[in-house]
């Protein structure tokens, strides 16, 4: 057996190394929720995030994009309304479809979270070796592949 284990199929990761991967995630990820204050749920920011890159959205968009149901939608989509960082639009030829667009204080809340993030991951890059930090860029456009999925 190879040392990084058995792969279902070329270029897969061995089970030992996928949880290796899950395990370093969580751990980031906890990392960011404790050091960067969110004025949201994570539900929402993630929300808000996709609208300040895709632009204005459909709801049942959004949802799928999310990967939420239309009635957990709703409730993020409320909470996004009332702290007015997003706003529902309609379309002017079909007034049926509902359309949910970020707003200016959605951007800067987006902004100031995602700039809050790299500080704290660029303080904590800054004890990786030269060689650690340049195989972390080199599987930054892997990891997004694999978030992407």
């Given at each position: 057996m190879a040392a990084a284990g058995t792969r279902a199929r070329s270029g897969?990761?061995?089970p030992e190394e996928s949880?290796?991967?899950?395990?370093?995630l969580a751990r980031l990820n906890r990392t960011l929720r404790r050091e960067v204050a969110l004025p949201l749920g994570s539900s929402a920011i993630q929300a808000l995030g996709t609208l300040h890159d895709a632009g204005r959205l459909g709801l049942g968009d959004l949802a799928r994009h999310e990967g939420v149901t239309p009635a957990t939608l709703s409730?993020?989509?409320?909470?996004?309304?009332?702290?007015?960082?997003?706003?529902?639009?309609?379309?002017?030829?079909?007034r049926r479809a509902a359309f949910l667009e970020i707003t200016d204080a959605g951007r800067e809340v987006v902004a100031r979270i995602r700039r809050d993030?790299?500080?704290v991951?660029?303080?904590?890059?800054?004890?990786?070796?030269?060689?650690?930090a340049a195989a972390v860029r080199a599987a930054?456009?892997?990891l997004e592949a694999l978030a992407d999925a």
């Amino acid at each position: 057996m190879a040392a990084a284990g058995t792969r279902a199929r070329s270029g897969a990761l061995a089970p030992e190394e996928s949880e290796r991967l899950g395990e370093c995630l969580a751990r980031l990820n906890r990392t960011l929720r404790r050091e960067v204050a969110l004025p949201l749920g994570s539900s929402a920011i993630q929300a808000l995030g996709t609208l300040h890159d895709a632009g204005r959205l459909g709801l049942g968009d959004l949802a799928r994009h999310e990967g939420v149901t239309p009635a957990t939608l709703s409730r993020v989509v409320a909470l996004l309304e009332e702290e007015g960082y997003a706003v529902r639009t309609t379309d002017e030829r079909d007034r049926r479809a509902a359309f949910l667009e970020i707003t200016d204080a959605g951007r800067e809340v987006v902004a100031r979270i995602r700039r809050d993030r790299a500080r704290v991951l660029d303080a904590r890059a800054g004890g990786l070796t030269p060689q650690q930090a340049a195989a972390v860029r080199a599987a930054l456009d892997a990891l997004e592949a694999l978030a992407d999925a």
